[in-house]
T-cell receptor, first 114, second 113 residues
Framework: DADVTQTPRNRITKTGKRIMLECSQTKGHDRMYWYRQDPGLGLRLIYYSFDVKDINKGEISDGYSVSRQAQAKFSLSLESAIPNQTALYFC?????????????FGSGTRLTVV | GDSVTQMEGPVTLSEEAFLTINCTYTATGYPSLFWYVQYPGEGLQLLLKATKADDKGSNKGFEATYRKETTSFHLEKGSVQVSDSAVYFCALSDKGGSEKLVFGKGTKLTVNP
């Protein structure tokens, strides 16, 4: 099994619908992140959590919310999806030494909002 | 704030050619530097890293040296293969600053046989 698992892998949804992307990890890491990837823009941080009781906004949090249900689970929600949220979404994890060791990424969720 | 600038692609090379992808950074603290690789349809994988000035990270024939004087971390490989075709991301984590990874925009590499 993958260290960081994202579900679903692909999703098409309609404008205005609520959608949840899920992430679970077996790394035992405390820190979890949600990134969005768009062509030509690289990866941009949406939200991050350094432990179960800690939630922080990233650079592009508007229109998104998150829930850290447990150390191993971190979900991203779009309350009312819009077409410009069409993107590839990545969950990542790191230990306390993430600044030295880097992050472990999931395989991504490709979301299309029509 | 912290930022990473890497050369724009796409880059197209023939097999066995020499590869350089430039990366420069700005940071307020003492960053660690990383190169990640994303193969088609997959997530990002850590390729190599360097945590202090003059360190050289290496993996799978790729190398990058942390140059504090030029704030650079250029990725090099002496002889690329078709299997190296991917998107490469330079990133930093600023231990004295945000402590989160900041990514460049990525450089797409295509290697032709």
């Amino acid at each position: 099994d993958a260290d960081v698992t994202q579900t679903p892998r692909n999703r098409i949804t309609k404008t205005g619908k609520r959608i949840m992307l899920e992430c679970s990890q077996t790394k035992g890491h405390d820190r979890m992140y949600w990134y969005r990837q768009d062509p030509g823009l690289g990866l941009r941080l949406i939200y991050y959590s350094f432990d179960v009781k800690d939630i922080n906004k990233g650079e592009i949090s508007d229109g998104y919310s998150v829930s850290r249900q447990a150390q191993a689970k971190f979900s991203l929600s779009l309350e009312s999806a819009i077409p410009n949220q069409t993107a590839l979404y990545f969950c990542a994890t790191s230990g306390l030494q993430g600044d030295y060791d880097g992050y472990t990424f999931g395989s991504g969720t490709r979301l299309t909002v029509v | 704030g912290d930022s990473v600038t890497q050369m724009e692609g796409p880059v197209t090379l023939s097999e066995e050619a020499f590869l350089t992808i430039n990366c420069t950074y700005t940071a307020t603290g003492y960053p660690s530097l990383f190169w990640y690789v994303q193969y088609p349809g997959e997530g990002l994988q850590l390729l190599l890293k360097a945590t202090k000035a003059d360190d050289k990270g290496s993996n799978k024939g790729f190398e990058a040296t942390y140059r504090k004087e030029t704030t650079s971390f250029h990725l090099e490989k002496g002889s690329v293969q078709v299997s190296d075709s991917a998107v490469y991301f330079c990133a930093l984590s600023d231990k004295g600053g945000s402590e989160k990874l900041v990514f460049g925009k990525g450089t797409k590499l295509t290697v032709n046989p």
